[in-house]
């Protein structure tokens, strides 16, 4: 009955938060409703019992997703951009009606289900000796659909390549993202010293954690990869520059590795296959890889494309 | 029981945040605004997806909408930090954060 | 009931207060930085309450601790936060520390 | 054993390679030379496995549908993989010498070659695979390749066009995911193979159908959703041009097809289907008419992809909308596909084309083909033989294609789609007129040249299209491999 009324409550919090994140007047409230947003919804999946998922979109869907528009608010507001006048009202009442029609048009599709239906749960439970892993999602991500995953990862590396691609072509060779300066002594130069550790430790753990838990690669990146951030924007650390040997290395090792051992799999029974003695340690390899990757992947597009000269 | 009412529950509030969000996309000019809507709509399909597959609570949740969901964060992510470069980009270039609506066959007139 | 239900009952109470004190004052607030002062200050003191109250219900000295990580990275992490999104928002200044 | 069941990985693996190489150690010229022989190599095994064994099905990690991902490789999936093996091909050694790596790293010269790799292996991923959801991933991966090439260039027009293309993108992309999802909750499967069982009639499926048809038209850029194609396709560098307008709207429409004909062939009511058709005969004719209106050459070669589309879209009214075939409906979706390669070929050749006369002018207006035949004979040839493919004249595979489409018209009765096709012929011969006529006005001004074994590949590519007519029966063949019994039946 409370978890009832809990959920009907959350529902309604959430809509009601992204409603002021679409109708907000001003950009930069609208943009920390959407955050706010995000950590609502990644409760709505605790809810769910989805707690894998819970973790990916508090840290990628509201963290970094957050992150990268806060900044670019920043930036245009730097910039002098001023917003657009809203649209007329008559425009208004039309596109409202055919929202409420696509929501509609959803609601009945999702009202004809069978309340039955049992999906693959017991397939995966079926399956999930032979891969290598506790973990039923960490199974369908590395192990069941892990060509899904592969090829994920290498969208990170396209977007990554498309974001710098967009620098001038004056500062190609220089360092990501602008110089960051903070007050040495300052709240952010000390927790640049103080949280690194502990972060390093989290996100470490969530990768590791994965097989068997709720976890993995790509939560643990975000962790990594915010850590990182941090101690960036205490101006303790700085990217090294775009045309770097070992940056770029760090970028297409997990891809690559992951790669590697799908194509090495074709000698021991098939494309990525990932024969069940060994699974294990080759999943917890790829995560290894794909965490470090992911890491560096998620702070570079962050930071954006090159911004400085190069030196 | 209570099962199948929690997904239902959540599955119809990703369905009205999606109605939510494509209204953000559509009655919204500037290029960020779209692209909070663009994410409201993603995780209100993620919500969908996800509640149908716990409909059966005797089972557990269904962990492959979970790993589908997961891939599709990190797509929207990918493709919010490429969008959010081409903005701040096309803000340094042109001064502007929105699309001139004039219809694009009208360029490249002698 | 038990004094530590109690004491969880008393204590998520009075951090539920705190963090409802912070939300009125993010709404009511006039600028964003009035706004982040109401929201950090309130809502740390609020989730400590609520860690203290959660730390009665823990079944062993492991989960104590693990709650005390949490509320230790959430402070930290809305200290940073606050000193990121007041940088952010420092109108025409690109770098107000430096 | 092991080799036929190695080109559907390899398919991928290679592009992929290629593209991680190319981050660390950018050596294109290298890279191309290993990376574009071993693909065609791929691609051989390919075409040989499939007409010996019949379709490859290679479940992904041993892990069979519905918990695992089927790679597919039957007749259509292989032609799509060999079209874009000879296009990607041939576009990359043409822009050898377009984005030069020197001493002095730049940004283009680097960034262009990862997101030309990562591009194939997009498609390639695109076309083989059997999965709702996988085809979700594998075509965000071609958007967001396609997205960094648009804006390559790098000035405010192109990122503009990059901004165009990404809303149409981010709406179809989510309308498709959503069709997805509501499909997984129906049947509890993502395989096409799988759904293809199933009855398909329930809302959820009804409205699912709807979705994935409107966010793949809008990636398709079929009319209305035809706005973001010409300045973005037109403003990347010639070679990008080249795959994007030969390649990327036909991965978007190869999943339609896959969609209607395979995974739902009962679903589509005639209605819907007539609706596909209509806006298929509207792109056709506006898209013609706003390709004459143009005045640079690469937004008219570029309004040319939005008219060509459309014919792509009518073999939905004659050959869709049921899994028990008539007698036209081989020819029809044989008669789309053909369109979709030739046009492939025929695109490429026309923006490498225009790219060399372009750079020979150091401009792309109408005047930079003035005296094209007597300067670049080579490359006036290749506009000439690419433009008759697109005119659909004979003997070049655009007429087989038409003529394929235009007897299934007759045969089933709709001849209004027959009008379409001759007067889309038409009007085509229409905007080619122009650049082809100037290509014989003598030259006035002064214009540069292009190396003459760089001429020589557009040629070869548009050659490729009239080959493909002269030679059609082998690949109608090689087409039908893996395609229901019944479906082979096509007119005599």
């Known amino acids: 009955m409370t978890g009832a009324i809990f959920d009907i409550v959350l529902c309604l919090l959430i809509l009601a938060v992204a409603l002021a994140a679409i109708l907000g007047r001003d950009l930069f409230g609208s943009v920390v409703f959407f955050i706010v947003y995000g950590l609502l919804v990644a409760l709505a999946w605790t809810r769910l019992g989805a707690v894998d998922v819970a973790l990916a979109e508090a840290a990628i869907g509201a963290g970094l997703t957050g992150v990268l528009l806060v900044g670019a608010v920043a930036r245009l507001r730097r910039g002098g951009v001023v917003e657009p006048t809203p649209p007329r009202p008559l425009a208004r009442g039309a596109q409202m009606g055919i929202c409420v029609l696509a929501a509609g048009l959803v609601g009945a599709a999702i009202a004809g289900l069978d309340p039955d239906a049992a999906g693959l749960t017991a397939t995966v439970a079926q399956n999930l000796e032979a891969s290598g892993v506790g973990n039923p999602v960490t199974a369908v991500l590395l192990n069941f659909r892990g060509y899904d995953t592969l090829l994920e990862t290498v969208v990170l590396l396209v977007v990554l390549i498309g974001v710098w691609s967009l620098a001038e072509d004056r500062y190609w060779g220089g360092r990501p993202g602008l110089r960051q300066h903070a007050k040495p002594g300052g709240v952010l130069a000390t927790y640049g010293r103080f949280l690194p550790p502990l972060g390093l430790l989290a996100g470490v753990y969530v990768v590791w954690a994965g097989t068997d838990q709720p976890g993995g690669a790509f939560q643990g990146g975000t962790i990594l990869a915010a850590v990182w951030l941090l101690v960036a924007m205490a101006g303790l650390v700085d990217a090294p520059p775009v045309t770097a040997r070992r940056l770029r290395l760090t970028i297409v090792a997990g891809p690559a590795l992951f790669l590697a051992v799908a194509v090495a799999g074709i000698f021991m029974g098939g494309f990525l296959h990932l024969p069940p003695e060994h699974a294990k340690q080759l999943i917890q390899t790829i995560e290894a890889g794909l965490a470090l990757s992911i890491a560096a992947t998620l702070a570079l597009l962050v930071a954006g494309p090159p911004q400085r000269g190069a030196r | ?110 | 009931m038990s004094i530590a239900t109690l004491f969880t009952a008393l204590m998520t109470t009075g951090g539920l207060i705190f963090f409802i004190a912070g939300s009125v004052g993010m709404l009511r607030f006039p600028d964003q930085h009035s706004r982040l002062h109401a929201m950090t200050k309130a809502d740390n003191l609020g989730l400590g309450m609520i860690v203290l109250g959660a730390m009665a219900q823990a079944g062993g000295p492991l989960v104590v601790f693990k709650l005390a990580l949490i509320w230790i990275l959430a402070v930290a992490a809305s200290a940073v936060t606050a000193q990121t999104i007041a940088r952010a928002t420092l109108p025409g200044q690109a770098d107000p520390e430096a | ?492």
């Open chain 4, 1 to 492: 054993m092991i080799l036929p069941a190695l080109a559907p990985a390899l398919s991928v693996a290679v592009p992929l390679a290629a593209a991680f190489l190319a981050v660390v150690a950018p050596r294109p010229r290298l890279l191309v030379g290993v990376t574009v022989p071993a693909m065609l190599a791929v691609m051989a095994l390919a075409v040989l496995g499939v007409r010996q064994g019949g379709p490859l099905v290679l479940a992904v990690g041993g892990w069979e549908p519905p918990l695992g991902i089927a790679l597919v490789a039957d007749g259509l999936s292989t032609a799509f993989l060999v079209a874009t093996a000879l296009t990607i091909g041939t576009v990359l050694v043409v822009a050898l010498p377009q984005f030069p790596i020197r001493q002095n790293e730049t940004r283009a010269g680097w960034a262009f070659w990862p997101l030309a790799f990562l591009l194939w292996a997009a498609l390639n991923a695109v076309f083989l695979s059997g999965d709702l959801f996988n085809i979700y991933v594998a075509i965000e991966f071609v958007t967001l390749a396609t997205l960094a090439l648009v804006a390559l260039e790098g000035k405010a027009k192109q990122v503009e066009a990059a901004m165009r293309y990404a809303m149409f993108a981010l709406f179809g992309s989510l309308a498709y995911l959503l069709g997805v999802a509501l499909l997984y909750a129906a049947h509890g499967t993502l395989d096409i193979g799988l759904l293809a069982q199933l009855p398909a009639q329930d809302t959820a499926s009804l409205v699912a159908a709807g979705l994935i048809t409107a966010g793949l038209a809008a990636k398709t850029a079929l009319f209305p959703f035809h706005a973001w194609l010409p300045p973005a396709h037109a403003g990347a560098p010639a070679p990008a041009s080249a795959m994007l307008s030969a390649l990327v709207p036909k991965a978007s429409f190869y999943v339609l097809l896959r969609f209607w004909f395979d995974a739902m062939p009962e679903a589509a009511g005639a209605i819907a289907l007539q609706l596909l058709g209509a806006l298929g005969a509207t792109a056709i004719v506006y898209g013609s008419i706003l390709a004459v209106r143009q005045n640079r050459l690469k937004q008219l070669v570029a309004y040319s992809t939005v008219a060509q589309i459309g014919y792509l879209f009518l073999v939905f009214p004659l050959a869709g909308g049921s899994a028990e075939p008539q007698p036209w409906t081989a020819g029809a979706w044989t008669g789309s596909v053909f369109h979709a390669v030739s046009h492939a070929f025929a695109k490429a050749a026309m923006f490498l084309a225009v790219g060399h006369a372009v750079l020979a002018a150091g401009h792309d207006r109408m005047s930079a083909m003035d005296g094209l035949t007597r300067r670049m004979p080579m490359t006036a040839f290749a506009l000439g033989v690419s433009a008759v493919t697109l005119m659909g004249l004979p003997p070049s595979g655009g007429f087989t294609a038409k003529f394929l489409l235009l007897t299934a018209a007759f045969a089933s009765g709709q001849v209004l789609w027959a009008a379409i096709i001759v007067l889309g012929g038409v009007l085509a011969a229409a905007y080619l007129f122009r650049p082809l006529a100037r290509a014989f006005l003598p030259d006035r001004g002064r214009y540069g040249t292009v190396p003459r074994a760089q001429q020589a590949l557009p040629l070869a590519l548009a050659m490729l299209s009239v080959v493909l007519g002269i030679v059609s029966a082998a690949p109608y063949d090689f087409l039908q491999t893996g395609r229901p019994a019944a479906a082979e039946e096509g007119l005599e």
């Open chain 2, 1 to 110: 029981m209570t099962g199948l009412d929690t997904a239902t529950l959540f599955a119809w509030c990703g369905a009205g945040l999606i109605g939510i969000g494509l209204y953000g996309f559509l009655a919204n000019r500037h290029m960020l605004r779209r692209l909070v809507a663009f994410n409201v709509v993603g995780s209100g399909i993620f919500l969908v997806f996800g509640a149908s597959g716990a409909r059966r609570a005797d089972l557990g949740p269904d962990p492959v909408p979970q790993a589908l969901i997961i891939t599709g964060i990190v797509v929207a992510l990918a493709t919010t930090a490429l969008l959010v470069a081409l903005v701040i980009r096309y803000a340094d270039l042109a001064g502007r954060a929105t699309l001139p609506e004039d219809e694009p066959g009208d360029d490249g007139k002698e």
